[in-house]
């Protein structure tokens, strides 16, 4: 697609529910990255994708998030037992290289995540 | 470890003013440094990146940003300020082998007319 999508837009949820949030990368972009932006706070790393290898995970705060790409394809971010402390808006990113060519990111406009 | 410092989370300026915005970075080797931009309800979009070339960057919307290996400095500027420059402005940094940007806390933009 032109841009990196992510659905859905806004979620809001009851704490303790599982929640699943989905991004869709630019067609041909081989690495697809998770951040969480809560407020007031930078965008915090959860995890990465480059091809088939292996996902650097390092990110993730807890053993309730997941994430599953297939290929090089769409990619869901799930948590499991949200708790209130999860509210924040979770952005989806792909690029065509590994970042130590400078290739940078592009952004999809993010899932506003609410645990009430 | 890369990290990066951007100092005042809310940043005022008059319209038609200069926009400054600080960003200062740790890295062990050279680093990859951008400017990111968020308008409201809006994803991240690249306005400049420094990837070892020429250390004085040209973006879009008129920002540019020059950098400075003996300050580890990468700030933003733009020489006149317009209404739409209101947003938050994030500055990221990332290391050669590393797949990561680390991002500062950001700065929100307010253009006072």
């Known amino acids: 697609g032109a841009g990196v999508s992510q659905s859905p837009s806004n979620k809001v949820t009851e704490k303790g529910k599982d929640v699943e949030l989905r991004c869709d990368p630019i067609?041909?972009?081989?690495?697809l990255y998770w951040y969480r932006q809560r407020l007031g706070q930078g965008l915090e790393f959860l995890i990465y994708f480059q091809g088939n290898s292996a996902p650097d995970k390092s990110g993730l705060p807890s053993d309730r998030f997941s994430a599953e790409r297939t290929g090089e394809s769409v990619s869901t971010l799930t948590i499991q037992r949200t708790q209130q402390e999860d509210s924040a808006v979770y952005l989806c990113?792909?690029?065509?290289?590994?970042?130590?060519?400078?290739?940078?990111?592009?952004f999809g406009s993010g899932t506003r995540l609410t645990v009430v | 470890a890369q990290s990066v410092t951007q100092l005042g989370s809310h940043v005022s300026v008059s319209e038609g003013a200069l926009v400054l915005l600080r960003c200062n970075y740790s890295?062990?080797?050279?680093?990859?440094l951008f400017w990111y931009v968020q308008y409201p309800n809006q994803g991240l979009q690249l306005l400049l990146k420094y990837t070892s070339a020429a250390t004085l960057v040209k973006g879009i919307n008129g920002f540019e940003a020059e950098f400075k290996k003996s300050e580890t400095s990468f700030h933003l500027t733009k020489p006149s300020a317009h209404m739409s420059d209101a947003a938050e402005y994030f500055c990221?940094?990332?290391?050669?082998?590393?797949?990561?940007?680390?991002f500062g806390k950001g700065n929100q933009v307010v253009v006072i007319p």
């Open positions: 990113a792909s690029s065509l290289a590994q970042m130590e060519q400078g290739a940078g990111y592009t």
């Open positions: 067609s041909g972009h081989t690495a």
């Open positions: 990221a940094v990332s290391e050669k082998g590393n797949n990561r940007l680390a």
């Open positions: 890295s062990s080797v050279p680093p990859y």
